[in-house]
C-alpha cells in the first residue's frame, strides 16, 4: 500500500529565512512518481513538481529545490529567502504505476502549513 | 484563471436537502477526479472517471453519488449527508491513462457545511 508522511504539521518562519518541508514515502513498486503541491488560501492546489523514481537528481526552480533520496524514501521541498506569499499549505503525493496505472488518482500526506511572518 | 472551475464555491445545507456541486475543466482532459479535503486529514480520493466512465469508487457512502455526462463535467449530488461529510470538496482533471505521471489540475473546490 502507499503511504505519504508529512510530519510537520505546521512551520512557521520568519520571512527570508530558508525552511525545509519533509516528504518521506513508501511504496513496494519501483516505478512511481513524486509530486509536491501548493494550496494558497484561495483553496486549490497548484502543481509544482513531479520527479519519477528514475531520476534522483536534484531539481532547482528559483527559489524552490527538492532533495530527492531513494534511499530514504524521502522528497524534501527547501524554499530559500522565504516570503510572504510562500505561506500556504504544501501537499507532497505519490502515484506509482501498479496502482491502477491509469486514472487513480495520487496518495496524499495531511499536508504541512507554512506561515511566513513579515 | 484556473482550467477547472467548481461552482458553488460555498455550500450550507441542511442533512435532509439534496444539493449538487459542479465541475467544469477546459483542459481537453480525459480523467475527473472528486477529492474531498477534512481538517487535519489527507486528502481522499472519492471518484475517478476516465472517458466518462467510473473507474474508481473508494467505499464512498452513497449520499454521494456522482455524474460525468461527457469528459467536460462532473457533478456530485448530494442527499442526507451528516455533519462529518463538512469538507472542501476538490475537483480535478488529468489527461487519461496517464495521471500517473501527469500533475492533476485542480478547482479552487466547494467548501460544503451541513448543519
Known amino acids: 500500500a502507499q503511504k505519504v508522511t508529512q510530519a510537520q504539521t505546521e512551520i512557521s518562519v520568519v520571512e527570508k529565512e530558508d525552511v525545509t518541508l519533509d516528504c518521506v514515502y513508501e511504496?513496494?513498486?519501483?516505478?512511481?512518481?513524486l509530486f509536491w503541491y501548493k494550496q494558497p488560501p484561495s483553496g486549490e492546489l497548484v502543481f509544482l513538481i513531479r520527479?519519477?523514481?528514475?531520476?534522483?537528481q536534484n531539481e532547482i526552480s528559483g527559489r524552490y529545490s527538492w532533495n530527492f533520496q531513494k534511499s530514504t524514501s524521502s522528497f524534501n521541498f527547501t524554499i530559500t529567502a522565504s516570503q510572504v506569499v510562500d505561506s500556504a499549505v504544501y501537499f507532497c503525493?505519490?502515484?506509482?504505476?501498479?496502482?491502477?496505472?491509469?486514472?487513480?488518482?495520487?496518495?496524499f500526506g495531511k499536508g504541512t502549513h507554512l506561515i511566513i511572518q513579515p | 484563471e484556473t482550467g477547472v472551475t467548481q461552482t458553488p464555491r460555498h455550500l450550507v445545507m441542511g442533512m435532509t436537502n439534496k444539493k449538487s456541486l459542479k465541475c467544469e475543466q477546459h483542459?481537453?482532459?480525459?480523467?475527473m477526479y472528486w477529492y474531498k479535503q477534512s481538517a487535519k486529514k489527507p486528502l481522499e480520493l472519492m471518484f475517478v472517471?476516465?472517458?466518462?466512465?467510473?473507474?474508481e469508487n473508494n467505499s464512498v457512502p452513497s449520499r454521494f453519488s456522482p455524474e460525468c455526462p461527457n469528459s467536460s463535467h462532473l457533478f456530485l449530488h448530494l442527499h442526507t449527508l451528516q455533519p462529518e461529510d463538512s469538507a472542501l470538496y476538490l475537483c480535478?482533471?488529468?489527461?487519461?491513462?496517464?495521471?500517473?505521471?501527469?500533475?492533476?489540475?485542480f478547482g479552487n473546490g466547494t467548501r460544503l457545511t451541513v448543519t
Open positions: 480535478a482533471s488529468s489527461p487519461r491513462g496517464s495521471s500517473y505521471n501527469s500533475p492533476l489540475h
Open positions: 503525493a505519490l502515484s506509482d504505476v501498479k496502482s491502477g496505472g491509469g486514472a487513480d488518482g495520487l496518495t
Open positions: 520527479r519519477n523514481s528514475f531520476d534522483e
Open positions: 472517471y476516465s472517458l466518462e466512465e467510473r473507474v
Open positions: 483542459l481537453g482532459h480525459n480523467a
Open positions: 511504496t513496494r513498486d519501483t516505478t512511481y512518481y
